[in-house]
């Protein structure tokens, strides 16, 4: 909405032209000295007014109580057959020519008192006509000390009627006794009555008023509530509650809130299953269920009846229920503003009370934008994207497990051989065949100790010729020794067939997982799925050319193959320079950065740490986002949102899931040390209930690279083949990555249980292809935008302003700031229509003229000139510089 200032500006350029005069700016009328004028705002004439009202109101109250007492004496005065209010001006004399006995009048005062209240309750509307007198109280005490005494819309509403059906009822019981006009009732009154007697008749009159008389109350008891189909009876004995000449009627009058949780409203229909409320006394605490509280006095409790029997027969003997066993059948929203409602009843009446769970206003904005808007859609910038389909992927192989029974035969008769040269005796031995390994699960017989098989570890290796042999004893959970003896043929797990499992389909579809990752197949064979958000970082290690890349391009095409861009941007840094380049196509589908970036893909040490920080930020404000939105973590963040019960108004936002993938860490320990392990240790400590995800690769799983600190935040590791023991160690706090046999074969730490996989198997051009695939598409203008961080020596701390180097849209920028007083690079992009770069950079320029001040995270820039005429004389002063 513009701003006030500026729509009075144009409607007076408006009023100008219109009347032909030149056009002006309003400035320059601002000359001529006007006098002080009584428009309507003016708070002087509204007190006058106001003034005025009461002493009319005064002035009323003394004639029309005068008139009850002088009335007969001044009748002749003020009878319109002896001049009426022509009499006002003529002399005694005169008067007494025309006809008026008794020229002096009595009115207390005065001829006007005399004549206004003859109009108003002789001739008008009888003594209903004091009304008036309530009426100019309420407005000329609205109006002069700016006190509501009663709503000045509803009193004039009520009076209207009260003081016609007053005239009609008073005019109907008097007309028995009289067949001349009284001042009771008026003129008004009497002759209504006359007419309807020969309309309708007594009977028809005494109805129509005992309609209108219950009409009103039904109008005036609900007028805050919605209750059209309420019963006439219902009403008729709520007459005691409601007085009709109370202004404050629209309010039942023992309504009370109590902090309850919940609303008792007998107006909005029947809920047969609640017992109504008896009897309701002010101030005292509500009761809970307890023995003691069941047979206190009335009084003193608030008693509730159970309508075990029909109401006439609980009317005798009312049963007194503590409020928590008569609210049972509600089901509770957690803390909302209740209250309980009632009203003072006749016994024999019991309307059928109703419970409503009084919804908080927030929930009904957000309802009503729902059912107005639907559910936020995240996609719907983005619609028609299609997600890339099994096409793209290559099928190697058959998919189907070769058994060479040879093989197999022989692998089991070398095991039982070393085995027996041992002494060590088999009970039963069992064959297990997996893509790349056969595991042989041995029983040995009673009394063999375990320990011995696994100090033979080396020797079964060696009799059966084999890299890769890992001995697990015992099988966790099987009571048997596992022996993995690489199979000679061993068989490629492509990325197709694994997406192509139903399994994988069915998480995409039904969407069991937030970040679906596909780690292979297990030894037995099963496609083994991990949710990444659940890990909730990963680290990967692996000796050089043991598939760690594929591993990785495997993971990211897991999660492009299962997300829509909306939901889902990566965060990659590749110091390597080559490996994560492939997806440079898909940044503004699926890629964030940071602001002034030209590449998505960082490869700089510097900018690493840089969007690190720059991740960490995004991680507080995310924080500062789910306390405000009471939430626990992303999912129900997103929740709300979509609900609509965050609005962007209030600075929220749809918060994706953000993955950041680091394909060299050792490198980057190298070059920059604390500096990226701090951020990256915090964001392994901190981000994963605000959907910041880590995956972490190395070469190297040394101590000085994968730390203390760093290892204890990531809870799961994967191993490709690693060159020693020790490095196993470190990575798995285990042996047994050492005696992989590399090509994917790894093996996955997930705290307590060591999985054996193969990788699926995803080469460069299938990878190309799903981001071609992905790029081709429409996507959003940018990548997704990371908050700015400003490190030492960066880029934004060169606060040199140079005018002559100004954008040439600085001035319109600096205008459209200082008006909104709102520095942010958003609003000037929005507005002017300029890409995120640009705009970044004027705002620089600003910041650097001092116009707004330095970037403050989250919030947006302070500004410094507080108006235009500031920033006027502030453009022309650098103007002419
Ligand atoms: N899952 C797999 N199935 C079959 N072969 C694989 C698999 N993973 C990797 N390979 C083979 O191993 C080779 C090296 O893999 P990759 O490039 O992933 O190694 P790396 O660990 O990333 O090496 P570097 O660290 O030097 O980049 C691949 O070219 C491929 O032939």
């Known amino acids: 909405m513009p701003p006030k200032g500026n729509q009075f500006k144009s409607n007076s350029i408006k009023e100008e032209n219109k009347s032909g005069a030149p056009f002006m700016f309003p400035k320059t009328k601002k000359a001529e000295p006007k006098l002080p004028s009584f428009d309507l705002q003016d708070g002087r004439l509204i007190k006058i007014t106001g003034l005025f009202f009461l002493i009319i109101c005064l002035y009323f109250l003394i004639a029309f109580t005068s008139y009850l007492f002088t009335w007969q004496d001044d009748q002749s005065y003020v009878l319109e057959s002896n001049g009426g209010w022509s009499n006002f001006w003529k002399t005694p004399q005169e008067l007494a020519d025309s006809g008026v006995t008794n020229p002096v009048v009595q009115n207390w005062l005065g001829k006007l008192g005399a004549l206004l209240s003859h109009q108003f309750i002789y001739e008008w509307f009888g003594v209903a006509s004091f009304i008036f007198v309530a009426v100019f109280l309420v407005i000329g005490y609205r109006l002069l000390f700016k006190v509501k005494l009663f709503s000045i819309s509803k009193t004039l509403g009520y009076a209207f009627f009260s003081i016609l059906f007053l005239s009609v009822a008073i005019g109907f019981f008097h007309g028995w006794m009289t067949d001349s006009p009284h001042y009771l009732e008026g003129e008004f009154g009497f002759w209504t009555n006359r007419l309807l007697d020969v309309q309708i008749g007594a009977a028809g009159t005494a109805g129509l008023l005992i309609f209108a008389a219950l009409t009103f109350l039904i109008i005036v008891y609900n007028i805050d509530f919605k209750l059209p189909e309420r019963k006439p009876k219902a009403v008729a004995a709520e007459t005691d509650a409601v007085s009709p000449d109370d202004g404050s009627a629209s309010e039942p009058k023992f309504a009370q809130n109590y902090p309850v949780n919940m609303v008792l409203s007998p107006e909005e229909g029947p809920a047969p299953t609640v017992p109504p409320v008896t009897k309701l006394t002010q101030n005292y605490p509500i009761k809970t269920a307890s023995p003691e509280n069941e047979d206190v006095d009335g009084t003193d409790q608030y008693e509730f009846n159970i309508p075990k029997k029909r109401p006439a027969e609980t009317a005798n003997a009312p049963k007194v229920v503590p409020l ?89 008769d070398k095991i039982v051989e070393t085995l027996n040269h041992y002494n060590i005796e088999i009970d039963k031995i069992k064959a297990t065949v997996g893509p790349t390994v056969t595991l042989y699960e041995i029983i040995p017989a009673p009394g063999v100790r375990i320990s011995k098989i696994k100090n033979l570890e080396d020797d079964i290796a060696l009799s059966l010729a084999a890299l890769g042999i890992r001995i697990i004893a015992p099988m966790p959970g099987k009571g048997t020794i596992g022996i993995e ?122 900018k690493v740490i840089n969007t690190l920080n720059s991740l960490c930020i995004e991680m507080d404000q995310r924080y500062d986002l789910l306390k405000d939105a009471q939430v626990r973590n992303l999912k129900e963040y997103n929740l709300k949102f979509v609900n609509r019960k965050l609005v962007p108004t209030d600075g929220h936002r749809f918060l994706p899931f953000i993955v950041l993938i680091v394909d060299e860490f050792a490198d980057l320990m190298m070059t920059a040390g604390k500096e990226v392990e701090t951020p990256i240790a915090r964001l392994a400590q901190l981000a994963r209930a605000v959907g910041i995800h880590l995956v972490i690769a190395t070469q190297r799983p040394s101590v000085n690279i994968i730390t203390g600190t760093i290892k204890a ?169």
């Open 713 to 881: 935040n990531f809870p799961a590791r994967l191993a490709f083949r690693v060159l020693s023991k020790i490095d196993s160690r470190t990575i798995l706090d285990a042996g047994g990555a050492d005696q992989l046999i590399g090509r994917g074969d790894m093996l996955l730490s997930t705290g307590n249980d060591l999985i054996r996989l193969q990788c699926p198997f995803v080469d460069t051009p299938e990878v190309e292809k799903v981001s071609d695939f992905i790029g081709n598409q429409r996507g959003y203008p940018s990548a997704f935008l990371l908050p700015e961080f400003v490190g030492e020596g960066g880029e934004s701390s060169q606060k040199e302003f140079d005018p002559g180097d100004r954008d040439p849209l600085f001035e319109e920028a600096a205008k459209l700031i200082v008006m909104h007083q709102q520095g942010s690079t958003s609003l000037i992009q929005r507005k002017l229509k300029l890409g995120y770069n640009r705009a970044g950079r004027i705002i620089d320029q600003l910041e650097a003229a001092g116009v707004v001040g330095p970037f403050e995270g989250s919030k947006a820039r302070e500004v410094l000139l507080p108006d235009d005429y500031a920033l006027e004389q502030f453009l022309s002063s650098i103007n002419s510089k």
């Open 324 to 412: 928590a066993e008569v609210f049972k059948p509600v089901v509770l929203t957690p803390e909302p503003v209740l209250e309980i409602e009632d009203e003072v009843q006749e016994e024999e009446f019991k309307p059928e009370p109703v419970f409503t769970v009084a919804k908080t206003e927030f929930e009904t904005t957000s309802n009503k934008l729902v059912e107005e808007f639907g559910l936020y859609d995240p996609e719907l910038d983005l619609s028609s994207y299609k997600k890339p389909t099994l096409e793209l992927l290559e099928n190697y192989g058959p998919n189907k497990i070769q058994i060479n029974n040879e093989e197999l035969e022989a692998n089991k």
């Open 485 to 606: 003896v690489p199979n000679q043929h061993p068989e490629m797990v492509s990325m197709r067939s694994i997406m192509a499992t139903e399994k994988f389909q069915n998480i995409i579809q039904n969407n069991t997982m937030d970040l679906p990752i596909a780690l292979g197949k297990t030894i037995s064979n099963e496609v083994y799925i991990a949710d990444l958000a659940k890990m909730p970082h990963l680290l990967v290690a692996g000796a050089t050319g043991q598939g760690k890349s594929v591993g990785i391009n495997a993971i990211l095409v897991s999660l492009l193959y299962s997300k829509h861009p909306s939901q889902l941007k990566f965060v990659l840094v590749d110091p390597k320079k080559v490996e994560l380049t492939l997806f440079r196509k898909i940044e503004r589908h699926f890629l964030a950065k940071l602001p002034d970036e030209a590449d998505a893909i960082i490869t700089d040490t510097k």
